[in-house]
C-alpha cells in the first residue's frame, strides 16, 4: 500500500502526464484494457457489427421463449455467451490461419533449411507462434464461457418445464468445480 507521501508524488506526476499526443497514439491506447474480449463487459466489442449481434440474439430469444424474469436473464446470459464463444471460435481460426502463413513465409524464404525439418503439427505451430500462454488461457476463457453457457441452459430449461407444470427431474449430471491450489491436492486432517 502507497504512503501518503507516495500519494501525494504520484498526484503530481499525473498532473504533469500529457498521454498520447498524436490521433495514432490516442487509438493505440484506447485499446489497453481489451485483450482479447471474451470477458468483455461490453457484448459488441470493435470488428463486430451490431446488427449482427442483435440479429443473432434476436434469433436465440425467439428459440429459447423466456416468459418470466428469471427465464429471460438466463436466456440473456446464455446469449451472450453463446455470442463470446462464436468469437473466441473466430479467434482460434485467425490464430491458425496466422501461423500457417508465418510457417508459409518461412518456408519460402528459406527451403533448404525446412526441407531438412521435421513437419510440424499445427498445434506446434501455434503454441510456437504465440508461446503456448495465450492459446492456453484463451482456451481457459472458452471453456469457462462454455461451462457458463450450459448451466444457464440447463436452469432455463428446468424452469421452464416447471412452468408448463411438468415433473422437472432432479439433474442428471451435477457441476462440481474443484479449485487446487499450486501446492497440490487438499491433505486430509
Not at 476463457?141 to 428446468?158: K, P, V
Request: with cysteine.
Amino acid at each position: 500500500m502507497a504512503s501518503h507521501k507516495q500519494n501525494r508524488a504520484n498526484r503530481r506526476n499525473a498532473l504533469a502526464s500529457t498521454g498520447p499526443r498524436t490521433l495514432a497514439g490516442k487509438r493505440k491506447v484506447s485499446r489497453n484494457a481489451l485483450k482479447h474480449g471474451l470477458l468483455a463487459k461490453d457484448l459488441v466489442i470493435r470488428g463486430e457489427s451490431r446488427a449482427d449481434w442483435e440479429a443473432f440474439r434476436d434469433d436465440l430469444l425467439e428459440d429459447l421463449a423466456p416468459q418470466r424474469p428469471l427465464e429471460r436473464l438466463l436466456a440473456d446470459h446464455l446469449v451472450a455467451s453463446a455470442w463470446r464463444l462464436r468469437r473466441a471460435a473466430r479467434y482460434e481460426k485467425e490464430i491458425l490461419e496466422r501461423s500457417h502463413r508465418q510457417e508459409q513465409f518461412e518456408r519460402e524464404a528459406d527451403p533448404e533449411w525446412f526441407a531438412d525439418q521435421p513437419e510440424l503439427s499445427m498445434a506446434d505451430s501455434v503454441l510456437d507462434c504465440f508461446g503456448g500462454g495465450t492459446y492456453s488461457k484463451m482456451v481457459r476463457y472458452e471453456a469457462f464461457i462454455q461451462r457458463s453457457m450450459y448451466r444457464a441452459l440447463d436452469a432455463l430449461q428446468r424452469l421452464q418445464a416447471d412452468r408448463a407444470g411438468r415433473l422437472v427431474p432432479p439433474p442428471l449430471a451435477v457441476v462440481v468445480d474443484v479449485e487446487v491450489e499450486a501446492t497440490g491436492p487438499p491433505q486430509e486432517a
